[in-house]
């Protein structure tokens, strides 16, 4: 079983719209969590780190679900710039190693 | 201006040859990792080291070999155990674990 498991993609939005993604990890002991943003042919970037009340930064709102063990990400009123590929970051502290998910592509369309 | 530097952007490597891949970072962070990213698909971990001296294998460490004889360096080679080696290659660092940062990659193509 992987240890991070995204929605499949891609999803294909218009401006404007809500979109959200899910994220589920399987170790239990996992204690640090993120979203990274890749473009294509780039290097991932931290969008925003996932904490266990919940935060939000702009039009973006990342939550953490612990008794169902998985993370979500909120994009409100999507904009052409946000089409990238979303990336489901997970820690161990015992590993101390960043579990990657496959990555959810996102397409806004005008 | 602080961080992590990858080179060179594109490498081909010819059949049964051994490749180094460079990564220098003066963010004087501790933890340094390798990835390897196959098109459509998330990253991989081929090999991390959480201080000088010292490194381990990850979930795909066969066919690459490290070193970490320096704080800010972290190169990976890719032997030609390495089956099939063309990928884009990642390499990152954290302090502890607040967040990685990324290097721009390296696109491995055999020819």
């Known amino acids: 079983r992987k240890e991070v498991e995204q929605d499949p993609g891609p999803f294909n939005v218009p401006e404007g719209a809500t979109v959200a993604f899910n994220c589920t990890y399987s170790n239990s002991a996992s204690q640090s969590f993120f979203w990274y943003r890749q473009d294509c042919r780039k290097e991932p970037k931290l969008l925003m780190s996932v904490y266990s009340s919940g935060n939000e930064d702009g039009r973006f709102t990342a939550q953490l679900n612990r008794a169902s063990q998985y993370i979500s990400l909120l994009i409100r009123d999507s904009k052409l710039s946000d089409s990238a590929t979303y990336l489901c970051v997970v820690i161990t502290y015992n590993f101390n190693k960043f579990y990657f998910g496959s990555g959810t592509k996102l397409n806004v369309k005008p | 201006d602080g961080g992590i530097t990858q080179s060179p952007k594109y490498l081909f490597r010819k059949e049964g040859q051994n490749v180094t891949l460079s990564c220098e970072q003066n963010l004087n962070h501790d933890a340094m990792y390798w990835y390897r990213q196959d098109p459509g698909q998330g990253l991989r971990l081929i090999y991390y080291?959480?201080?000088?001296?010292?490194?381990q294998k990850g979930d795909i460490a066969e066919g690459y070999s490290v070193s970490r004889e320096k704080k800010e360096s972290f190169p990976l080679t890719v032997t030609s155990a390495q089956k099939n080696p063309t990928a884009f290659y990642l390499c990152?660092?954290?302090?502890?674990?607040?967040?990685?940062?990324f290097g721009q990659g390296t696109r491995l193509t055999v020819v």
């Open positions: 080291s959480q201080i000088v001296n010292d490194f």
């Open positions: 990152a660092s954290s302090m502890g674990t607040v967040e990685a940062f």
